[in-house]
DNA sequence: CATGAATGAGAGTTCATTCAT
DNA sequence: AATGAATGAACTCTCATTCAT
């Protein structure tokens, strides 16, 4: 048999996640009903139940499953030097990792008043303000640290808000990223120059 | 009379708006119930039906009041000349958009998903699409015009992402807008250059 | 017009109380469903989500109307001396209070492990100890405490174990209070006694 | 092999019941679901359903194996000649049997809602009926056949509602026999003298 | 002897909305 | 200008039960 088992045992279970991370990017998350997923996969509602404990537990897992490589790109960062280099590769890391799950990403920028009280919401705060940390120099200028700050918030504004500018996706990528890296440059030499 | 009739119909009414506002830019619009306002404001939710037709047109009537300034600011703004100077006004004119209706531009930012398929989603999107095509020049190079779009989406984000920064708002917002309009000089530069 | 407004007004209230009393009584708190109860009424669900907030709820508002003699018994008692007459007085109000509330009271006997960690049963709880402490001396000989108790929890028992006895249900009344009576009398006999 | 099949088999099986019989007796029936018993057990629910047709004939056994003494109890009696002397003895030995199996008789006195459309139910009633008629003389006073039910209703209540009474258990058994074979004796004396 | 996966039915609850008064 | 009463549709979640393996 070419599909033995226990290559089947998770499949439900990674079908679930799969659609379910489909429709709370599309819709949103309490406009997305189990029902709703449960119809797409042709399965009850109660099958939603055997394999997660509740609508809040689906999205947990598949958030976990998917941030991975973010809190690895966290915790590496945090092993490293706060050179500029450092920092730079922190960023290229993150566009990596961001457009590695447009879907997660672009779920938790749209759906952060959602997000906020649901347990990942503490978890999403906490990269965030990790990877914050990482990039800014506390005692620069405050010029420097929006600056900084800036850097990383256009990097989630690009994965979308370039939708109206013409040219393929990875060049885009490539522009936010160029954009990104310049402001933390330019952050740097604040600090320099201080 | 003291308070003549045209005074008090609109006192309910724009108590209604001041708490839904309240409501929905604090727990996102799903989550808020037409009960929890009327609750709020001590009265029923009949109430809330004789002042709007629905809880969209609710949300509409709030949306409209206050980004009033943001249309106008466009307004203007399609009648002056493409020039650097200009599209500075544009993002200064802004910041003072933005800051005076924190609420409603919370809301919007953190209820993406919800407001995208809401009537107001579409002026929402309107108005985003046409500031951006005020600041950005269209034959410049991608990366002027990531730059262009970063300016303007750094303000949104520069609202709330500041949080962990030592300082006033005043001074945070003054940061945010020199690092804004500095992106701007800088897309401007390269058109230049080009 | 022979029902005005306010006749009406808790009308459907107390229709929902009557009926969900019966129903509980009849199969028991779990088994009954809101939905049950609705259709009897030929209403929806929500109606009765109108008129009290949740299940328990309900269950609650039909027992605080029902059982407020009891309190009002225990209040008298407690400002009374404690002699026999009291007690005796007691168990005679008593059974007035429980055989003018039949369906409460079978209720509360035949759903004892589901009423325990309802708020309603902390209530039920206090009025029996508060009962059980005005007929028993804590200082008597076990033998007469127990009389004491046999006493009050004969008379619940009297209310559904009778049936198997031929006669009508005054007389049956009046034979269980008898025997009340007569235990607390003995029980007092002990006392003098000792 | 030192563990045979059928000394296994029953292991599993009568943990089952144990667990089962302290759940329902703690909780209830129905608020004890089949998940919470297969989890305190570290087995699936299916194990149960293995072992047991349904939730209904898992209490159903339980109830079966715990309550012979009582059908033994009962068949003797009827065998007896119906003097005080016999009723006195039935009464004793109900004693013995009630305090050997006090969860199963505590669940069935808290549940009498559920139990009483359970299968369970109609034996459970057979059995009081059974003894009902093996103490109490139908061409008696009505006064003495209350007496003699209250006997037997004395001695459940008897079980649990002593708690708020000083000293030991055995104490409290032989007191509630006491007072409930002095019941019966008044019962008896009423008959000679009519 | 037992599990993993799933189902169907139904539970309690909440919501936006309506309408006669 | 506002209320009281109600609805219909939907929601998340739990349950006892089944069955192939």
């Known amino acids: 048999m070419a599909t033995p088992h226990h290559a089947r045992r998770s499949d439900t279970r990674s079908r679930i996640q799969d659609v379910a991370l489909k429709l709370f990017a599309e819709q949103g998350y309490e406009k997305t009903s ?3 997923i449960a119809e797409r996969l042709d399965v009850t509602k109660a099958a939603l139940y055997y394999h997660f404990k509740t609508k809040e537990d689906l999205l947990l897992s598949i958030s976990e499953d998917l941030s991975a490589p973010v809190d690895e790109l966290i915790a590496w960062a945090q092993g490293q030097p706060r050179t500029l280099a450092t920092k730079q590769e922190v960023l290229r890391r993150y566009s990596d990792a961001l457009w590695g799950a447009t879907d997660l990403f ?89």
């Open 34 to 36: 189990l029902r709703e």
């Open 106 to 194: 672009r779920f938790f920028q749209e759906n952060q008043a959602t997000v906020r009280d649901l347990a990942i919401g503490e978890s999403f705060r906490e990269r965030i303000t990790a990877l914050s940390e990482l990039l800014k120099e506390p005692d620069s200028s405050m010029t420097a640290q929006v600056r900084s700050l800036t850097a990383l918030f256009a990097m989630h504004a690009g994965m979308h808000a370039t939708q109206n500018v013409e040219g393929d996706p990875e060049e885009k990528r490539a522009a936010v990223l160029e954009v990104a890296l310049d402001l933390l440059a330019q952050a740097d030499a604040d600090l320099v120059t201080n």
